[in-house]
């Protein structure tokens, strides 16, 4: 592991941001925000009070009554003035992210370009959500469907895209005409409040949306149970979420659920070896592997799998890990020491049942909650890291020989985010894009995410989408309207 960077200029101020204001931690609870590359308290963080939840949804309410009024041109004005201060802004603003996440600054900068993409995007389809009109009734009738913006949303991400994840939340949102309440992760605080500060700066009005801290089930359980909220939108776990949907259930709340997944990767004979191994080495250590469409279940074809394993290992040895700080770090920690507990038990327990550890497999020195990348090979099916998302830097290899055989094994698990396949046979990849079951599909890529495109998986790996005229959709009602 490369060595310890200084963290240089001030992380940030935590604060609450209540409608508008931005409220600090007088007497409130607080806990301690960590660098995970370094293992420092760097700050802490104040919970929000039921007291400043209330607030928040009477802001929330009356928000969403001003912000729905706003002309849509200026709403989309408004959410690209935020994407151009998102760009100013970018060094500080990946820094801060670096800093409580860990990913290496370069990351932390294409995320903040994301952020920025995102919010731009959302303020020019908020332009377009047309209706349309039937054919009428007969004279002096008329029939029509509008959209209108579903309500006040209340929206909790995650902490490993600690700038796009609030930018997706937001900006479905904001661009719908709703407003919302954001609770971001805890572990990530300042790079959410980062993003609420150029939406503020940007000229969205006091009450449109807040961003609140606190215990996770008690801060949702208390936003859900409140009639205010009429759209909740969720991104991480698949217990969580399951856990989330039973609370608005109570309120008939729409929902969004980003669940987990454990994407598996199709690699065929006829395949340029060489680009498919510095794509997925690119691919699967990026953040430390923990991200939702993380490739890890390689599936590749005999014929060329000892070459794979020993081509993806060699690639492995050379990454340098350390302080995301540091430039010549190409990956960082994971998030906290649970995760690092969490990964390592995945391990030893695969190695138990006769997995083959080809490099990595254990901690590295040193402060910080670093894991080595490692590349297992010859994994029994029931091991749990077969079956159970990692969410780390691991990457599993096994062969195959029958193609029916491995798409029944890929579309074996009942995740379905993303899944990917190689291959040079046209017919090939219009078969894998049809047979397997995903929300997203890369067929010789791993770019599967653009603000255009819908991103949202399938079983339990959720439903709905964010991005994409589908994220915009899940925050419009269709209302049908026949005159006489």
């Given at each position: 592991?490369?060595s310890?960077?200084?963290?240089?200029?001030?992380?940030?101020?935590?604060?609450?941001?209540?409608?508008?204001?931005?409220?600090?931690?007088?007497?409130?609870?607080?806990?301690?925000?960590?660098?995970?590359?370094?293992?420092?308290?760097?700050?802490?963080?104040?919970?929000?009070?039921?007291?400043?939840?209330?607030?928040?949804?009477?802001?929330?309410?009356?928000?969403?009554?001003?912000?729905?009024?706003?002309?849509?041109?200026?709403r989309?004005?408004?959410?690209?003035?935020?994407?151009?201060?998102?760009?100013?802004?970018?060094?500080?603003?990946?820094?801060?992210?670096?800093?409580?996440?860990?990913?290496?600054?370069?990351?932390?900068?294409?995320?903040?370009?994301?952020?920025?993409?995102?919010?731009?995007?959302y303020?020019?389809?908020?332009?377009?959500?047309?209706?349309?009109?039937?054919?009428?009734?007969?004279?002096?009738?008329?029939?029509?469907?509008?959209?209108?913006?579903?309500?006040?949303?209340?929206?909790?991400?995650?902490?490993?895209?600690?700038?796009?994840?609030?930018?997706?939340?937001?900006?479905?949102?904001?661009?719908?005409?709703?407003?919302?309440?954001?609770?971001?992760?805890?572990?990530?605080?300042?790079?959410?409040?980062?993003?609420?500060?150029?939406?503020?700066?940007?000229?969205?009005?006091?009450?449109?949306?807040?961003?609140v801290f606190?215990?996770?089930?008690?801060?949702?359980?208390?936003?859900?149970?409140?009639?205010?909220?009429?759209?909740?939108?969720?991104?991480?776990?698949?217990?969580?979420?399951?856990?989330?949907?039973?609370?608005?259930?109570?309120?008939?709340?729409?929902?969004?659920?980003?669940?987990g997944?454990?994407?598996?990767?199709?690699?065929?004979?006829?395949?340029?070896?060489?680009?498919?191994?510095d794509?997925?080495?690119?691919?699967k250590?990026?953040?430390?592997?923990?991200?939702?469409?993380?490739?890890?279940?390689?599936?590749?074809?005999?014929?060329?799998?000892?070459?794979?394993?020993?081509?993806?290992?060699?690639?492995?040895?050379?990454?340098?890990?350390?302080?995301?700080?540091?430039?010549?770090?190409?990956?960082?920690?994971?998030?906290?020491?649970?995760?690092?507990?969490?990964?390592?038990?995945?391990?030893?327990?695969?190695?138990?049942?006769?997995?083959?550890?080809?490099?990595?497999?254990?901690?590295?020195?040193?402060?910080?909650?670093?894991?080595?990348?490692?590349?297992?090979?010859?994994?029994?099916?029931?091991?749990?890291?077969?079956?159970?998302?990692?969410?780390g830097?691991?990457?599993?290899?096994?062969?195959?020989?029958?193609?029916?055989?491995?798409?029944?094994?890929?579309?074996?698990?009942?995740?379905?985010?993303?899944?990917?396949?190689?291959?040079?046979?046209?017919?090939?990849?219009?078969?894998?894009?049809?047979?397997?079951?995903?929300?997203?599909v890369?067929?010789?890529?791993?770019?599967?995410?653009?603000?255009?495109?819908?991103?949202?998986?399938?079983?339990?790996?959720?439903?709905?989408?964010?991005?994409?005229?589908?994220?915009?959709?899940?925050?419009?009602?269709?209302?049908?309207?026949?005159?006489?």
């Open positions: 592991m490369s310890v960077v200084k963290m240089g200029a001030a992380y940030a101020d935590l604060n609450l941001f209540l409608g508008g204001e931005w409220v600090g931690a007088g007497d409130r609870q607080c806990e301690q925000v960590m660098n995970p590359a370094t293992e420092e308290a760097i700050g802490n963080l104040p919970h929000a009070t039921t007291a400043d939840l209330d607030l928040a949804l009477r802001k929330a309410e009356q928000g969403f009554a001003a912000w729905r009024a706003v002309n849509p041109d200026e989309s004005r408004i959410l690209k003035k935020a994407a151009d201060l998102l760009y100013e802004r970018k060094e500080d603003i990946a820094r801060i992210a670096t800093i409580e996440s860990g990913k290496p600054l370069a990351q932390t900068r294409i995320e903040v370009m994301m952020s920025g993409h995102i919010f731009e995007w303020g020019e389809e908020g332009r377009r959500a047309y209706g349309r009109v039937l054919q009428q009734g007969g004279p002096g009738t008329r029939m029509y469907v509008v959209k209108e913006p579903v309500g006040p949303v209340a929206a909790f991400a995650p902490w490993n895209f600690p700038l796009g994840n609030p930018a997706r939340k937001l900006g479905a949102a904001l661009g719908a005409g709703c407003s919302c309440i954001l609770k971001p992760a805890e572990e990530t605080p300042a790079s959410a409040l980062e993003v609420a500060r150029c939406l503020q700066d940007a000229g969205v009005p006091d009450g449109v949306f807040s961003v606190g215990v996770p089930a008690e801060v949702s359980a208390y936003l859900l149970a409140s009639p205010v909220i009429r759209k909740m939108s969720f991104t991480g776990s698949v217990p969580v979420g399951k856990s989330l949907m039973k609370l608005s259930a109570d309120n008939m709340i729409r929902t969004t659920m980003e669940l997944g454990h994407a598996p990767v199709l690699v065929f004979d006829d395949v340029d070896l060489d680009s498919v191994l794509q997925s080495v690119t691919a250590f990026r953040n430390a592997g923990q991200v939702c469409v993380s490739p890890t279940r390689f599936f590749v074809h005999e014929a060329h799998y000892q070459k794979f394993v020993q081509g993806f290992s060699e690639r492995v040895k050379q990454l340098t890990v350390g302080n995301g700080l540091d430039e010549n770090n190409a990956m960082g920690p994971l998030i906290h020491a649970r995760r690092l507990e969490a990964v390592e038990a995945f391990v030893d327990e695969a190695v138990a049942q006769g997995a083959r550890v080809q490099t990595g497999g254990r901690r590295l020195d040193g402060p910080g909650y670093f894991y080595a990348p490692t590349v297992l090979s010859d994994v029994p099916t029931t091991a749990r890291i077969m079956n159970e998302e990692p969410f830097p691991v990457a599993i290899i096994n062969p195959f020989s029958d193609y029916d055989a491995v798409i029944r094994e890929a579309n074996r698990l009942p995740y379905g985010l993303a899944a990917f396949a190689f291959t040079n046979s046209a017919r090939r990849c219009k078969l894998v894009g049809q047979q397997l079951e995903a929300g997203m890369g067929v010789n890529t791993y770019a599967i995410s653009v603000p255009a495109s819908p991103f949202g998986g399938i079983k339990h790996s959720g439903h709905g989408s964010e991005e994409g005229i589908e994220g915009l959709d899940d925050h419009l009602i269709t209302k049908f309207i026949s005159e006489a």
